[in-house]
């Protein structure tokens, strides 16, 4: 907007430096944005300037005369001079500009590097925390697992049992998002996990009263990859989904394919993603839960997860509210 407001204020008083100031118009096509002093004329005579900036074209600044009273011969030579002159300034002060940009997004990729320095020695600290806990939690499961004989109490230690082996191997795995931790991509059935996912945040939609739809349309049996990280991405995905819910809503989950992609889409009915966040929501750190509630890198471990598998993560407006993330993975490894 500051830069606008600038280009603006060059081409008023480039106007005024005309002889005949009353009927010149400037116009200014730079970037991504035009600007003009006023409405251009249908047919005009006029001087025009490139501007470049970093060695390349990236616009021109030009003054018209209406044709019907003025022709080539109205210009002065030293008024092509002036407009090149400018011309010149204003690339000069755009590829200033630039790399001020450019050295804005650097310090920002090294602070986000120190954080990610910091967050990377917080989860080895974490895992040596929660591995003993896990393990007694894991053990004595088996054991009431061993001595019950009530079914339905069975199916709850099996849950707690999986639950408890797929932390342990999360607590391992979340390191790849700070380090080159190699993914594991082999030959994987799809429903068995996508219902793993389901399974574990069953308690997540009971407390809401959310409904929750899964859908199966012409679905391959098997897909190449990391089953850990695929659940990890699904379980933030519909975390997200389910906390942005309204109560007694519908949660809808499809999976379908075509001959290249399986399509991975989960729909919410909440309140959506305003459009000035949509490009940070993937950025490390960026939240807009408060500060308990979230520390804004569950996000960017799905987009992590989705490009380390060559796919791609697509997120629209659901109508009449709320949002739809889809995840698009390629059937072949």
């Known amino acids: 907007m500051l830069k606008k407001k600038i280009l603006q204020k060059i081409i008023l008083s480039t106007k005024k430096a005309y002889l005949h100031n009353d009927d010149i118009v ?61 011309a010149f300034e204003i690339g000069n002060y755009l590829e200033k500009f630039q790399i001020l940009e450019k050295k804005n997004q650097l310090i920002r990729a090294m602070e986000r590097m120190d954080r990610l320095s910091i967050l990377s020695e917080m989860t080895a600290g974490i895992a040596h925390e929660l591995n003993s806990p896990l393990a007694n939690i894991l053990g004595y499961a088996e054991l009431i697992k061993l001595n019950n004989n009530d079914p339905e109490i069975d199916a709850d230690i099996t849950t707690i049992i999986n639950s408890a082996i797929y932390s342990r ?5 979340i390191l790849s998002f700070t380090s080159d931790v190699p993914y594991h991509l082999e030959k994987q059935e799809i429903k068995p996990i996508i219902t793993f996912a389901f399974s574990l945040l069953k308690q997540n939609f009971q407390r809401k009263e959310i409904k929750n739809e899964l859908l199966y349309k012409n679905t391959i049996d098997s897909i190449y990859v990391d089953s850990i990280q695929l659940t990890q991405a699904l379980l933030n995905i519909l975390i997200n989904a389910i906390d942005a819910s309204p109560e007694k809503s519908i949660l809808k989950t499809t999976i379908e394919n075509d001959f290249h992609y399986l399509f991975i889409t989960i729909e919410d009915q909440g309140q959506g993603i305003q459009e000035n966040i949509k490009s940070k929501i993937f950025d490390p750190f960026f939240t807009t839960k408060v500060s308990s509630d979230g520390c804004g890198i569950g996000l960017t471990m799905v987009s992590r997860i989705v490009k380390i598998h060559n796919g791609e993560i697509i997120i629209k407006d659901n109508f009449p509210q709320g949002t739809i993330f889809t995840i698009k993975l390629p059937i072949t490894e």
């Open 26 to 86: 400037i116009e200014l096509q730079i970037q991504d944005f035009v600007l003009t002093t006023s409405k251009l004329p249908k047919q005009s005579a006029f001087q025009i300037s490139g501007i470049t900036i970093l060695g390349t074209n990236a616009g021109f600044i030009k003054a018209h005369y209406p044709k019907n009273k003025y022709n080539n011969s109205h210009f002065l030579d030293e008024e092509q001079k002036l407009l090149h002159a400018i």
């Open 169 to 173: 191997k999360i607590i391992n795995k």
